[in-house]
């Protein structure tokens, strides 16, 4: 199984943000004036379609995965670029700054 950070956009759709998703179990999206970003359940042919549908309903979406995404039938890739995603395996509460001194 991928970890939930190899497929991001769909991690969080299917899960903590299904309240702002677009689409079926096949493919999701955020609403187009939410957010650009989508994903397909997975590179089935129907999956990949099913975003094909979400692509034209919105203009166009941004993949992010951590392997080069299969391609979307019916449609162009604009631009690629890499992104550096980063975690914090724990949060450490910050010092507290100390107060003024009374003068």
């Not at 999956?47 to 941004?62: D, E, F």
């Not at 979307?72 to 507290?96: E, K």
Request: aromatic residues 4%; glycine residues 4%; hydrophobic residues 50%.
């Amino acid at each position: 199984m991928d970890h939930p950070l190899d497929r991001p956009i769909w991690s969080a759709l299917a899960t903590r943000q299904a309240s702002l998703a677009q689409g079926d179990a096949r493919a999701l999206r955020y609403a187009p004036d939410y957010g650009v970003f989508a994903a397909a359940a997975d590179r089935s042919d129907a999956s990949l379609a099913a975003l094909a549908a979400l692509v034209a309903a919105g203009g166009q979406v941004a993949l992010v995965e951590a392997q080069t995404p299969a391609a979307v039938p019916g449609t162009v890739i604009a631009s690629t670029a890499v992104i550096w995603q980063m975690v914090a395996p724990s949060i450490a509460t910050a010092p507290q700054p100390a107060s003024p001194s009374p003068t």
